[in-house]
């Protein structure tokens, strides 16, 4: 099979298309012949190296052995399944995380995978586990975001921001997306009722608060993000999100919280029906066959990217 590797760190240039081994799927796995994936953050961080505690897991020197592999989400196929497997069978429609998606193969724990439904094409399934994970939990769980409340998206025309635009109205919140002047239409259009353009509005200075500011981007200071909301209101801040220092000053804070998203089947199911019933409706904004991987992590680390950038493999 093919997929992409890497021996150093550094720029998407240390990244290589190699022939390796087809996984085999260990205790409570599935193989999966991957159809799309999609990159994240999460892909420039490890294939940099940086920040530099993140080595601690990756490798000092170089990528572990176990860790010169990129990708994590991912829909596709499943090929086959380990005897312990309950909930799946070759030939369902799935999608999920799992390091290592960009291949043709990838093996997951069945505890991180959920079917695909019906109509939901494997473009769409590719790009939602991490972003709208992200989205979900820390709207629901961490910001326990009510219907009727105001909440102001920050970073609205990002990968996890169009998710968490839509997430947020399909909870019934009233929703202020911000983001720059080329793309104010896309993001009214997938959901938010008021739109601010950074560019010409500084949301922290105006006199509206709002009941949950959710930050995807980390381009503002604790301070000035404190402004905008209201005095019973909630700050969270994705954890790829958080400025240099932030996290410690927002830990084990009641109404100022960061977060990682975790892996959940059942929050997969979740994401999967509402792309099903088209309560959101994921925003895709370029695609690179398997083997222009650097490109897309390229163009994604430029921060200009709208929505999210697919892996046709």
């Known amino acids: 099979m093919k997929a992409i590797r890497y021996e150093r760190y550094g720029g998407p240039d240390v990244l290589h298309l190699e022939e390796v081994d087809r996984p085999d799927p260990a205790d409570d796995e ?12 999460f892909d420039y961080h490890f294939m940099r190296g940086t920040p530099y505690p993140l080595r601690a897991i990756a490798g000092w020197r170089r990528p572990k052995p176990g ?38 193969f990838v093996r997951a724990s069945e505890e991180h995978v959920a079917g695909r439904p019906p109509g939901v094409p494997a473009e769409h399934a590719a790009v939602a586990p991490v972003a709208g994970l992200t989205a979900l939990q820390g709207l629901r769980d961490h910001g326990r975001l009510q219907a009727g409340e105001r909440v102001l998206v920050n970073g609205a025309s990002g990968g996890v921001g169009t998710f968490a635009v839509q997430i947020a109205r399909s909870l019934g919140a009233e929703v202020t997306g911000v983001c720059s002047t080329r793309n104010l239409e896309l993001v009214e259009s997938i959901g938010a009722e008021h739109v601010i353009d950074y560019t010409e509005e500084d949301f922290t200075t105006q006199n509206q608060q709002y009941d949950l500011v959710f930050d995807a981007v980390g381009n503002r200071s604790l301070g000035e993000l404190k402004r905008a909301i209201a005095p019973d ?19 084990g804070r009641g109404r100022m919280m960061s977060f990682t998203a975790q892996r959940d089947a059942d929050d997969l199911a979740i994401l999967a029906e509402m792309m099903a019933d088209g309560e959101v409706r994921p925003v895709i904004d370029r695609r690179y066959p398997l083997a222009e991987v650097p490109e897309g992590i390229r163009y994604l680390e430029e921060g200009h990217a709208r929505g999210k950038v697919v892996i046709s493999v």
């Open 30 to 41: 599935v193989l999966v012949r991957v159809a799309a994936a999609s990159v994240n953050p």
């Open 67 to 104: 860790r010169r592999t990129l990708g994590i989400d991912f829909a596709g196929t499943v090929e086959a399944v380990s005897s312990t497997v309950t909930r799946f069978r070759p030939g369902d429609e799935v999608f999920g995380l799992s390091p290592g998606a960009f291949g043709e």
């Open 233 to 251: 209101g909630r700050l969270v801040a994705a954890a790829g999100s958080i400025p240099r220092g932030l996290w410690l000053k927002l830990a």
